[in-house]
């Protein structure tokens, strides 16, 4: 239904911050909601973020107040802002796409050590 590609992960020092994006090959975008997840090695796959339609935004508690997530529509693109990041937040991140059925990119990497 959508394809998805992830970017923007790296190394990056605790208390820094990254900036992921997500890029959808759907002209038709503006109807999903979308989101971000991510799983560190050996735990299970969380929830991070998701953003609805009309911009209504959820995040996880361990990433509220510190994560902010957006969306550009004419771009079919959403954001994962990250700033005072933790060595927990290490884990590959994952884009996730929902209309009817669920679309998951293949996730981008995310370290935090010093």
């Known amino acids: 239904q959508v394809q998805l590609v992830e970017s923007g992960g790296g190394l990056v020092q605790p208390g820094g911050s990254l900036r992921l994006a997500c890029s959808a090959s759907s002209n038709v975008f503006n109807i999903y909601t979308m989101g971000w997840y991510r799983q560190a090695p050996g735990k299970q796959r969380e929830l991070v973020a998701t953003?609805?339609?009309?911009?209504?935004?959820n995040y996880a508690d361990s990433v509220k107040g510190r994560f902010t997530i957006s969306r550009d529509n004419a771009k079919y693109t959403v954001y994962l802002e990250m700033y005072s990041l933790k060595p927990e937040d290490t884990a590959l991140y994952y884009c996730?796409?929902?209309?009817?059925?669920?679309?998951w990119g293949p996730g981008t990497q995310v370290t935090v050590s010093s």
């Open positions: 953003i609805t339609t009309t911009g209504t935004t």
């Open positions: 996730y796409a929902k209309r009817v059925t669920d679309n």
